[in-house]
Nanobody
Framework: QVQLVESGGGLVYTGGSLRLSCAASGRSFSGYTMGWFRQAPGKEREFVAA????????QYADSVKGRFTISRDNAKNTVYLQMNSLKPDDTAVYYCASSPLSPTWDYWGQGTQVTVSS
């Protein structure tokens, strides 16, 4: 059974940092792009960042460029999202997802809550 399990969320104050992790299991994710999305209360889920299998290409939403960094460790089947200079607008449930081929995202985690307080 394929599982994506996020962790690392929590409460942080404006300007703080968090590192999210997403551990994948149940199958090989060789060749898959991995991504992070978020959904704030009352809003639609939005794209945050993505990274290709080799890590050679990354993509970020404009709202997080320069503050967030996505990375992956394929040996551990884990993808990370380092979030710095957090703002209250970053408050959301963060989800990781896998993509066998753009623009399809086939598996999703259950999400981890990130709350940024001012």
């Amino acid at each position: 059974q394929v599982q994506l399990v996020e962790s690392g969320g929590g409460l942080v104050y404006t300007g703080g940092s968090l590192r999210l992790s997403c551990a994948a299991s149940g199958r090989s994710f060789s060749g898959y792009t991995m991504g992070w999305f978020r959904q704030a209360p009352g809003k639609e889920r939005e794209f945050v960042a993505a990274i290709t299998w080799t890590g050679g290409r990354t993509q970020y939403a404009d709202s997080v460029k320069g503050r967030f960094t996505i990375s992956r460790d394929n040996a551990k089947n884990t993808v990370y999202l380092q979030m710095n200079s957090l703002k209250p607008d970053d408050t959301a449930v963060y989800y990781c997802a896998s993509s066998p081929l753009s623009p399809t995202w086939d598996y999703w985690g259950q999400g981890t809550q990130v709350t940024v307080s001012s």
